[in-house]
């Protein structure tokens, strides 16, 4: 950045700084503690680069379970229990529900929006195409895929991330596309794969990755992309093209082959054979919505860490096991078999609460001054739901942080207790409006594949030259989703 731009920045952050301060003494309830920053900058070195999670699990147990840290006059808060969630995300959603505006994201590359008329659309589209009604209708899609999954385990089982990222990425091209994938090296399953990571990583990040310096100061998305220090801009330029190409030449395949005549059963081309005209607004809202179902599902990141326990717990899967192999006999498991193994559909919950796919969640806006327990939250305050402290909470879950199915249990719980601790109410996001398009089918492939894996393999820790067990090292190499590195 240079100078003359240093110096407007710091005097554009010390009339934020001005204005908060007068702000605050016209509000009179103090904002939700948290760690105590730095004037003007405000608390813009306390954000960690490498591991926001580990870093919202300490601020939950230092300040309680809602906190609040100002970067450059940027209001952002923490939700870190799921009470707090509901009573806000949900029960106020209608001031909750939006995404942060954010120049980067909405201006300069246009991924997050308003809780708008456009969106409401898109939504129902997904709705009628991939809620829960229309599961079983995709249920042959999914077990071919999974048998397809297996096969490529046992051929190449040091592959399995690879094979992971296919299978869940050739469920929802099927699904979404009607695009059949046939190598783990797919032009579409590699330009998605790179489209996700993108998203995760770079665009919207959680803070203070995904807050950049455009969004603080909204004047430098005017200057040109070819100055030396607006490479954000040139960078938005580059990332918009790539991800405009991800849902864009999938889409036109789909319209290619209805002409031909060749297209598949899928999502987009459902909706494009509905209607005799399709105006240019629907059509564009049928292309948004396909992109957000590809974007919403996390099917491979939880069958990833799903390995991991089974390795770390063999005993809680050997019973699975043990039920799998009981009640399925002659066949592989298919989702008809899924009421008749209820053990199976515990360990299920409790592989979703530890891997918590999306540990922060996605970011949500909040659109006017608010007051909750005896705090102010100010009008466009960033909101981030701390899942992963949610789903570790002691008044919920008994020992946190072992491995214990039998808490979902239904003959050693109640309904009430076994509801109200239920993963999916969390994972999936908050709000009507918010949740993830496509947790059904997500939450159905996640459940075949589970089973399929159990029945068919064994899965253990490796071992050295010399026989000895080599215990499994645990790190995630995402910011946003929970993707475990490879481990052996």
Not at 32 to 58: Q, R, Y
Not at 201 to 222: C, E, R, S, T, Y
Not at 224 to 231: C, D, H, M, Y
Request: proline fraction near 7%; aromatic fraction near 8%; include cysteine.
């Amino acid at each position: 950045m240079g100078h003359s731009v240093k110096i407007i920045a710091v005097l554009a952050a010390c009339l934020l700084f001005l204005l908060r301060r007068v702000a605050s003494r016209r509000q009179q309830l103090p904002n939700p503690p948290g760690p105590k920053g730095l004037p003007l900058l405000g608390n813009l070195f306390d954000f960690p680069t490498t591991d926001p999670v580990s870093a919202a699990l300490k601020w939950h147990r230092q300040y309680g379970n809602i906190t609040s840290l100002h970067m450059l006059g940027k209001s952002i808060v923490y939700l870190h229990s799921a009470q707090t969630a509901k009573d806000l995300l949900m029960k106020r959603g209608a001031i909750y529900s939006d995404r942060p505006q954010l120049i980067m994201a909405t201006d300069l590359y246009a991924i997050l929006g308003p809780d708008d008329d456009r969106l409401r659309k898109q939504r129902a589209l997904m709705e009628r195409v991939i809620g829960a009604a229309s599961i079983p209708a995709h249920c042959q899609l999914l077990e071919i895929e999974t048998i397809g999954l297996l096969h490529r385990l046992v051929q190449a089982p040091e592959d399995y991330r690879a094979h992971f990222v296919r299978y869940s990425t050739a469920l929802t091209c099927l699904v979404v596309y009607g695009h059949r994938v046939t190598s783990n090296e797919d032009w579409l399953v590699k330009m998605l794969k790179g489209s996700l990571d993108l998203l995760a990583n770079d665009i919207i990040p959680p803070p203070p990755k995904g807050i950049w310096a455009v969004d603080m100061f909204p004047f430098l998305k005017h200057i040109p992309a070819w100055v030396p220090f607006a490479s954000f801009k040139r960078k938005a330029l580059k990332w918009r093209a790539q991800m405009a190409d991800g849902y864009t030449r999938p889409f036109i395949q789909v319209k290619k082959k209805l002409a031909e005549g060749t297209a598949i059963p899928s999502f987009c081309s459902i909706l494009l054979q509905e209607a005799e005209y399709m105006s240019a607004e629907k059509e564009d809202n049928i292309k948004w919505a396909a992109n957000s179902i590809v974007a919403a599902i996390k099917i491979g990141t939880v069958i990833n860490n799903l390995l991991l326990l089974i390795v770390l717990h063999p005993a809680k899967f050997m019973k699975a096991k043990a039920e799998i192999d009981n009640v399925v006999k002659g066949h592989l498991p298919t989702l008809a078999d899924r009421l008749s193994l209820p053990y199976t559909e515990c360990v299920l919950s409790e592989v979703l609460r530890v891997a918590a796919p999306v540990p922060l969640g996605l970011p949500h806006r909040l659109r006017e001054d608010d007051h909750y327990n005896g705090y102010f939250l100010p009008k466009d305050s960033v909101v981030i739901a701390n899942i992963m402290a949610m789903l570790r909470e002691k008044s919920l879950y008994p020992d946190p942080e072992a491995f214990l199915p039998e808490r979902f249990d239904p003959t050693m719980v109640d309904e009430t207790t076994r509801m109200t601790r239920d993963p999916r109410r969390w994972i999936f996001g908050f709000g009507r409006s918010r949740r993830c398009p496509g947790m059904h089918l997500a939450e159905a492939s996640t459940w075949l594949a589970m089973v399929s894996i159990l029945a068919t393999l064994d899965v253990t820790k490796d071992v050295d030259v010399d026989g000895n067990v080599i215990e499994p090292e645990v790190k995630f190499d995402n910011l946003n989703y929970r993707h475990v590195s490879g481990f052996e």
